[in-house]
């Protein structure tokens, strides 16, 4: 019998049994790594038993993250007044800051993510000082920002260690398959076509298509980087899975706009048509799969109908966010 299909098939089990650690599994992986002479799956292994310092960690370890703070206010004569734990508002920062703001690089081994995962709870990353002036600056009535941080969900930290055994899984599987059962074989004869099996399974993480858990059960797929592969499709029955950026932004949306409707310069036909559109939106929010064009379709109309109150000094800011989204939902 082939030893290293033995050896495949016992870290294949050992992925699929919820009761193995990865990082155990991911020992064995790397004794497979010399078994078979693959330097890349050698590289990446060693990555996640060990860490990826001072390295650009792959996409599926860049996780989403919700932003809050500590505010204060000088109410004069020594007086000051405090909000905690206050949800940010860093849509309005430039791009680059605001996008460095939604995410984080988890460079962490799977061993420490494992331990944070059954430690529970949620995770804060402390927000350098400097980045409190440039969110300081969005705020109204002289709130100044004293602390900020960065908090991320448990279930996103599964979704890094879902996503490593996933794709291994579909690595070994296909490795398998090409190696076959022979009690002798010559791996050198399948080094280019292992290569291409990694590249195509493990080593494509890096090419920005991920799965990254939101919520309870709950995988989607996200695509981000120049180099990222995105199937599009049209029409009305399509599916497609959200980005995750995207749909975070356009639910903290629809919610301040539901709050604002009723200071928006409105009749009262145009506010029944936005809530309507805006059911609609939930509606596809709260499937598994929501459909592309419907969403597009409603935030239009959202769009169409504001652009004609489009004097209220509420409007313009409703609007650039609007454009991104319809952007975003094609």
Not at 55 to 74: C, H, M, T, W
Not at 110 to 116: N, P
Not at 179 to 191: A, Q, R, V, Y
Not at 205 to 212: A, P, Q, R
């Amino acid at each position: 019998m082939n030893q290293t299909i033995d050896w495949i098939n016992t870290i294949i089990k050992e992925l699929v049994d919820p009761e193995t650690k990865l990082k155990d599994t991911l020992l064995k992986v790397q004794v497979l790594a010399f078994k078979i002479k693959n330097t890349k799956l050698k590289e990446w292994v060693n990555n996640e038993l060990n860490g990826f310092i001072g390295k650009e960690v792959p996409s599926y370890r860049k996780i989403p993250s919700a932003v809050f703070g500590n505010l204060i206010q000088d109410r004069g004569f020594g007086g000051m007044m405090t909000r905690n734990n206050h949800a940010l508002p860093i849509e309005y920062l430039e791009k680059d800051l605001r996008d460095a703001m939604m995410s984080v690089a988890m460079n962490s081994s799977v061993s420490e993510l494992e331990h944070m995962i059954e430690k529970g709870g949620e995770y804060q990353i402390n927000i350098p000082h400097l980045i409190h002036r440039e969110i300081t600056k969005l705020q109204s009535n002289g709130w100044v920002v004293d602390s900020a941080w960065q908090e991320i969900s448990l279930n996103s930290i599964e979704g890094i260690i879902s996503a490593i055994k996933s794709h291994l899984l579909t690595f070994l599987l296909e490795l398998a398959d090409e190696i076959g059962e022979n009690e002798k074989i010559d791996i050198m004869e399948h080094k280019k076509k292992i290569d291409n099996l990694f590249d195509k399974t493990i080593g494509n993480l890096s090419g920005e298509t991920i799965n990254i858990s939101i919520g309870t059960d709950n995988v989607q797929t996200v695509n981000t980087g120049d180099n990222a592969k995105l199937n599009v499709a049209k029409g009305e029955n399509v599916t497609q899975t959200l980005n995750v950026e995207a749909q975070q932004e356009l639910t903290k949306f629809i919610e301040e706009l539901k709050l604002q409707l009723d200071k928006l310069s409105l009749d009262t036909d145009d506010q029944t048509d936005i809530i309507n559109e805006i059911s609609r939106i939930e509606t596809q929010l709260s499937r598994q799969q929501p459909k592309y064009p419907i969403i597009n379709e409603a935030l239009k109309v959202v769009n169409g109908i504001l652009i004609g109150v489009a004097g209220n000094a509420m409007t313009p800011p409703i609007l650039e966010r609007l454009s991104w989204l319809i952007g975003q939902f094609q």
